[in-house]
């Protein structure tokens, strides 16, 4: 009886009930954190860098929780359920990243830094004009990312719950906007990052559990996964295969090398994930953390690869069907609830809740670092040391801080709001290609090259921004690209407005050399040479933690 | 808020900076971390050019349903992994030392 009474619960959308109680409960639970680590947040190092008193291991597990967002996490599995092998081809450049920030970027920018990207930068220069370039392109990077997760956040949600309509979507927005603006005012760096540590443990905990399960199926035998998978998938071999996704002519094909680029290179000049490294005590410690954050996205990419073939493999033709229309956002859901016993059992109604609660946690603890990162940097970069030159306190800098994530996140939502109706999803791969266009070769150069000056490096950022976001502007993302089966737009703008002539929809293959040369042309026309005395002073900060903080 | 350093501080920077020690150090962290780039840079463009224009090669199967391509693939987080650990291993070994000894000279001329 009790259990009929469940079966039916569950086949009237049971399942919804408990995701919303699970949501309430991952709310409850960060809101809960936030107003904990307020209490031991008062100088300016508390709130821009959680008081340098995160280990190694803290921050290996909050980088993870920065950096794997619901579009790795639920569009990676997507991508390879329905492309197969093209979805996988992600991941790798998203974790092989990391090698650039362990080997050249994290510890130099510990010891050289305090509490933003333009810290290092502006080391050696004229700190006006480089602290503005860094700040700009932070606040551009930053935005880019927020808003491609605050419009899927909207999506997501209602497709997670099973309801249809924009008031929830709008209503889902603004809450995930409310949430974002409420961890980083209150809780800032300490907030946010345990916010980011919560999530980073759910979610290994729920990939590691349905990848467990998913296994479980084919008696732990990989090859026979990957063989159901590509003789359900209706691809046969091909979907082990590349080129499902990215074959089909050459200019795909330089778009998916200039992708891999970009990917590669955008990791170590993302904003939000720089200032994570400012959050341990030592250079040894964020050379600690980046390794826990590497075999933590490591795992994780792994078992997208299980998700992803598992999905292909196990869901009936419906459900896949499903998976297609939500262009395979559903994924990873509908897999947990196969696995959990199908739909309408009980088990796949509970675990279905769980992979929704910590897709929304994942969305949460993305979105904060990233308002964190823009709002420390409009604060500490543009009104400490361009607006008021340096003459400020550090209570007042917190004060702006806080004004600026209100501002930041009220834009984010208003933003996102009408940007539904768009196709947004280009922005994530757009501000990694900003940031490996604009902030790597400025990272780069004014670390490992003498002459690199003030010119040089305004020269890089702009260059590499305006280039990266410039050829995206008139790229088929924008406009011109229709589908040729339903005859309806691709782009940005509806079909009519054709105003693209650069082919690819990844511009990192001209734009970063673009950053780098404009770097080096800068550098040696300028006038004004660089001061050898303060790149000996940087040198010797940076690789031996020397006058560090 | 900007740092502005002491002459205590920007004499010891430059005595630092000229030592054997300090030349050193650069030296073992660039001749290890310059290669090691190059070489995990190429062996990833060399992944991602495969993926594009070899698919024969790629699509060689190996044992049962598992190919050429998923073996790349994951080869590149074994590198990924052990690059990882061997910077770690090199640097506690090779470069800490060094650094603490400097970082270690410098608080104590400062506080001089």
Redesign the interface.
């Known amino acids: 009886m009790s259990t009929n009474v469940i079966l039916a619960a569950s086949e009237e959308g049971g399942h919804q009930t408990l995701t919303t109680v699970l949501f309430v409960g991952v709310v409850l639970l960060t809101v809960a954190i936030t107003f904990w680590a307020s209490r031991n947040t008062k100088t300016?190092a508390d709130y821009y860098a959680g008081g340098r008193s995160f280990s190694g291991f803290q921050n290996g597990l909050a980088i993870g929780g920065d950096y794997m967002s619901a579009a790795s996490f639920l569009g990676i599995s997507g991508a390879i359920a329905l492309s197969g092998?093209d979805g996988?081809?992600y991941s790798?450049?998203f974790?092989?990243a990391?090698?650039?920030a362990?080997?050249?970027i994290a510890e130099l920018l510990r010891n050289s830094g305090?509490f933003t990207m333009a810290d290092q930068l502006a080391y050696r220069m004229r700190?006006r004009p480089v602290r503005t370039a860094a700040s700009v392109s932070t606040v551009v990077v930053s935005i880019f990312y927020l808003l491609a997760q605050m419009v899927g956040a909207g999506a997501l949600v209602s497709l997670l719950l099973g309801v249809e309509g924009d008031t929830l979507k709008n209503l889902t927005i603004v809450g995930v906007g409310v949430l974002m603006i409420f961890y980083v005012v209150v809780g800032g760096m300490k907030g946010t990052t345990w916010v980011q540590i919560v999530k980073a443990v759910l979610l290994m905990v729920g990939t590691l559990l349905i990848s467990v399960l998913v296994l479980a199926k084919f008696n732990f035998n990989?090859?026979?996964l990957?063989?159901t998978a590509?003789s359900n998938s209706g691809h046969g071999?091909a979907f082990?295969?590349?080129?499902l996704k990215?074959?089909a002519d050459f200019t795909s094909?330089l778009d998916?090398?200039s992708l891999?680029?970009a990917l590669?290179l955008g990791t170590a000049g993302l904003p939000h994930i720089l200032i994570r490294f400012y959050t341990v005590p030592t250079?040894?410690q964020a050379?600690?953390s980046?390794?826990w954050a590497?075999?933590l996205i490591?795992s994780f990419?792994?078992m997208t690869l299980i998700l992803g073939f598992g999905a292909a493999a196990l869901l009936s033709d419906d459900q896949y069907a499903k998976v297609a229309e939500s262009g395979g956002n559903l994924a990873s859901p509908l897999l947990a609830e196969a696995v959990g016993g199908g739909e309408g059992s009980t088990g796949g109604a509970i675990l279905l809740a769980l992979i929704a609660a910590v897709a929304f946690a994942t969305i949460l603890a993305v979105v904060a670092g990233l308002t964190l990162a823009s709002a420390s940097s409009v604060a500490?970069d543009l009104y400490?040391?361009v607006i008021k030159k340096?003459e400020?306190s550090?209570r007042e800098?917190v004060k702006v801080a806080r004004i600026a994530a209100f501002v930041i996140g009220g834009v984010a939502i208003a933003l996102a709001i009408p940007g539904q109706s768009l196709n947004v999803a280009f922005l994530v791969a757009l501000a990694f290609a900003v940031a490996a266009s604009a902030n790597l070769p400025a990272l780069i150069y004014n670390l490992f090259w003498k002459d690199f000056n003030t010119r040089g490096a305004t020269w890089s950022i702009y260059g590499g921004l305006i280039s990266a976001v410039g050829l995206v502007f008139f790229s088929p993302v924008v406009s011109g690209k229709v589908d040729p089966a339903t005859g309806e737009s691709l782009s940005l703008f509806g079909t009519g407005v054709d105003f693209s002539w650069f082919p690819l929809e990844n511009p990192g293959i001209v734009s970063i050399p673009i950053g780098f040369l404009l770097g080096w042309l800068g550098t040696i026309t300028a006038k004004e040479k660089a001061d050898p005395?303060k790149y000996?002073?940087l040198?010797?900060?940076s690789?031996?933690?020397?006058?560090a903080e | 808020m900007i740092e502005r350093t002491s002459a205590a501080q920007d004499a010891a920077y430059e005595r630092i900076h000229a030592t054997e020690e300090f030349r050193t150090l650069k030296k073992k962290y660039l001749s290890f971390v310059v290669p090691v780039t190059i070489g995990f840079m190429a062996w990833y463009l060399l992944y991602v050019v495969c993926s594009n224009w070899a698919p024969g090669f790629m699509e060689t199967q190996v044992v049962g349903n598992i190919n050429v391509a998923l073996i790349f693939g994951l080869l590149q987080f074994v590198t990924t992994f052990a690059i990882a650990v061997w910077y770690s291993r090199f640097s506690v070994k090779n470069l800490d030392p060094i650094a603490d000894e400097l970082r270690a000279e410098f608080d104590e001329e400062i506080t001089r």
């Open positions: 300016a092998y996988f081809l790798i450049g974790l092989v990391w090698l650039v362990l080997l050249l305090r700190q990989l090859s026979e990957l063989g590509a071999q082990l295969e590349p080129g990215y074959g094909k998916f090398l891999g680029i590669v250079a040894r050379r600690v980046v390794n590497i075999g490591g990419y792994l500490h400490a040391n340096g400020v550090g800098e005395r000996r002073e040198e010797v900060r690789m031996t933690g020397a006058g």
